[in-house]
């Protein structure tokens, strides 16, 4: 038992019930959060490895059957939790050092759904219980739904409410599926389903069955942004404060690796799972590249190139051999900082001008180059550039497809690729490159600092990940060798 | 010449997605990029369909791309589908989710 493991859902969760309880005394709020803030990526880091049972409810050993039961809810932390938790808790920090420094009064209803998000993703990547990952995954679109209606961007409430609408589909359909399951196997523990199905004590080929994966599966593509939920997703980010947005991502990618890693333990065995994963992989990486061509509001671009990234993990999950989740989680990690760097970077400029539509920039290089050359790099990195992360797990990618017989993926990923570099090669030269319009004011509008500390930050794990990639993926495959 | 006839009224179609604002030529060469690429990638995941026939895919390949050509400007018409309506993203909801549990509660174990 490590009690650190629990600490890692349970703090930022106390931190939003209290950040709320206690808002109007502004100076302490922000100091607690702050604290807590920095806390996030520590607790991760210091945590040893290994499995907490809630209730002290050890697994019990059914000697007739010869099988394991897990009566507590269980949450499993292992090299794959430790960096994403990590990750997300630094980016927790730096979204939340941008928002204290920017306002003078913070709102703590705000900082509440910034914590409770957190919490959220962090017990979904954690849980081996596919019921309580369905509660984290509800109290996720709840808080994503706020930080996108606490913005001040014009329609947000709106968007917001569109997303509440569309998440009453999918995730009533997951609960559903996840239903089918318990009644199927008379239990809502991963492994112990997983040991059912593989165990042969429930039938694979039953319609039941199947229909729980159809469920489930739909409810994932909400949490994903995956086709058709492309359009809302994308939405939604453009319509969030730039730092939430930032995290707002992070909150997407960390969900849809939570649910697929336990989808993937429990339908690996039908070949039909893992087709459906490429199928709408492949949509979100056609679909999410060609629109981004296509905006002129620049967050809406970033947010359509986010949802045509994550493709490319959906992508690696699908084709399902070791190197290739490896490869998927590997760019699943590099989605959260570069598309981070990237919102944040964007922010910085909307900050500046006040303005998002591309055809009204323009000289920008020269007003704040430190924006513009983190923001080529981060761009760069996106795209697949080497020496950058991108270059890395998209590498890995195109390698994996091959190896499984696929070359028309393979071709295809590079397509996405080169369309991304584009996309910002396009945008880039609009904002910063060509001459300033007449009337567009630039004079003493500043980027705020840490706002270019956190771009920093997020920069230097770009080019470390791309130049020592082995630091993270000999972990991740090791972890995956262990579902397989 | 027709193509080239076809291609340029492509280019006009796009005025009509960037308005109220001007139309620059990093708009029209982006929107260009969407089109071939478009067609180009969803041609090329037909090709995927060779795993499950040779005979079927190649047969599937060509009409797809026949018809996804005499179809340009295929982008204006996506951007029309996939805009911010409630309505629209409740319909490919829907129709999405009938599809995959249609398909696969009776045809989940052919694949």
């Given amino acids: 038992m490590n009690e650190l493991i629990p600490l890692m859902v349970i703090v930022p969760l106390m931190a939003a019930l209290l950040i709320s309880a206690f808002s109007k005394f502004n100076t302490v709020t922000k100091i607690f959060a702050f604290v807590v803030a920095i806390c996030l990526p520590l607790i991760p880091l210091l945590s040893n490895y290994g499995l907490h049972y809630f209730g002290g409810y050890e697994p019990i050993l059914d000697g007739a059957a010869n099988m394991m039961y897990h009566p507590a809810i269980t949450y499993s932390f292992t090299f794959l939790q430790q960096i994403f938790i990590g990750a997300i808790g630094l980016l927790t920090f730096l979204v939340i050092f941008i928002y204290l420094t920017k306002y003078r009064k913070v709102s703590g209803p705000y900082l509440f759904l910034l914590f409770l998000g957190t919490a ?5 990547i954690l849980t081996d219980d596919i019921f309580h990952m369905f509660v984290f995954f509800e109290i996720l679109a709840l808080a994503q739904v706020g930080i996108v209606a606490a913005s001040s961007i014009d329609y947000s409430y709106e968007m917001a409410l569109k997303y509440m609408v569309l998440g009453s589909i999918g995730s009533p359909m997951m609960l559903l599926g996840i239903g089918f399951l318990l009644a199927l196997t008379g239990s809502v523990n991963v492994t112990d389903i997983a040991a059912a199905v593989h165990n042969g004590l429930v039938d694979a080929t039953s319609p039941v069955f199947l229909l729980s994966l159809a469920l489930i599966f739909f409810g ?3 949490a994903s942004g995956l086709p058709p939920f492309h359009t809302i997703k994308s939405g939604i980010y453009s319509k969030a404060e730039p730092h939430g947005a930032a995290l707002l991502q992070s909150f997407t990618v960390i969900s849809m690796i939570s649910i697929v890693l336990i989808m993937f333990r429990i339908y690996a065995s039908l070949p039909i799972f893992e087709v459906l994963i490429v199928f709408f992989s492949i949509l979100a990486m056609i679909l999410g590249v060609s629109l981004a061509l296509t905006q002129t509001d620049f967050r809406r671009m970033i947010g359509f190139l986010a949802v045509g990234e994550l493709g490319f993990i959906g992508l690696g999950i699908g084709l399902g051999t070791n190197f290739s989740i490896t490869a998927g989680l590997f760019q699943a990690l590099n989605e959260i900082v570069i598309t981070a760097l990237l919102f944040i970077g964007f922010g910085a400029i909307v900050n500046a001008t006040n303005e998002v539509d591309t055809r009204k920039l323009g000289g920008l290089l020269a007003y704040h180059p430190k924006v513009a050359i983190m923001l080529l790099i981060g761009g760069l990195a996106m795209a697949g550039v080497p020496p ?5 797990s ?7 497809s091959l190896s499984c017989g696929f070359p028309e993926i393979s071709i295809l990923a590079i397509m996405v690729s080169i369309a991304t570099f584009v996309v ?6 609009t904002m910063f490159l060509k001459p300033k319009p007449n009337d567009l004011e630039l004079e003493g509008k500043e980027v705020p600092r840490a706002m ?5 930050v997020l920069l230097i794990i770009v080019i470390l990940l791309g130049i020592f990639p082995d630091v993270v ?11 397989l | 010449m027709k193509l080239y006839d076809q291609i340029f009224n492509v280019v006009k179609q796009f005025r009509k997605l960037f308005s109220p604002g001007p139309v620059t030529n990093a708009d029209v060469s982006g929107s260009l990029t969407a089109e071939i690429f478009l067609i180009v990638s969803l041609v090329l995941s037909a090709i995927l369909l060779r795993h499950v026939n040779v005979l079927l895919a190649g047969i599937f390949t060509l009409a797809l791309a026949i018809v996804l050509i005499y179809s340009i400007p295929l982008i204006p018409k996506f951007k029309i589908e996939q805009e911010d309506s409630l309505e629209k993203m409740l319909f490919y909801a829907i129709v999405t989710l009938a599809l995959i549990a249609v398909f696969m509660y009776w045809g989940g ?3």
């Fill in chain 1, 120 to 124: 959220a993703v962090t017990a979904m």
């Fill in chain 1, 220 to 222: 994932w593509l909400y």
């Fill in chain 1, 388 to 392: 950058l992360s991108g270059f890395q």
């Fill in chain 1, 394 to 400: 998209k590498l890995m990618l195109v390698q994996a």
């Fill in chain 1, 424 to 429: 910002f090669v396009k945008t880039y030269y």
């Fill in chain 1, 452 to 456: 270019i500390f956190a771009m920093g």
């Fill in chain 1, 473 to 483: 993926t000999n972990g991740i495959s090791n972890f995956v060798g262990g579902i």
């Fill in chain 2, 109 to 111: 174990n052919l694949v």
